[in-house]
């Protein structure tokens, strides 16, 4: 069994109006991954990921590109303690 991990990602770029959240979300349940996402008042996006490593790694890598609309510059990433969260939830 994979270990379990908690990362928190800031996306900056062209990430909000592009159905980033949504996205996001839907990646997130499809990987099994729980945690949530939000907007940030200055115009990037935060979300928090918990699950398998590979799990992670790989919603990471989608966050670099987003949804077909977004233009993302930069991802940055801190891991965190686990927390044990259940469910992907749009803040």
Do not use: H, Y
């Not at 109006?17 to 996006?45: H, I, K, Y």
């Not at 935060?46 to 799990?55: D, I, L, M, S, T």
């Amino acid at each position: 069994m994979s270990e379990i991990v908690r990362t928190r990602a800031v996306i900056d770029g062209v990430v909000q109006g592009v159905w980033f959240r949504a996205s996001t979300q839907r990646e997130a349940n499809a990987l099994g991954l729980a945690g949530w996402v939000r907007n940030l008042p200055d115009g990037r996006v935060e979300a928090v990921f918990e699950g398998a490593a590979p799990a992670v790694a790989k919603m990471l890598d989608w966050c670099r590109k987003g949804p077909d609309r977004a233009i993302v510059t930069s991802v940055e990433t801190t891991d965190e303690t686990v927390e044990g969260l259940s469910g992907f939830l749009v803040k």
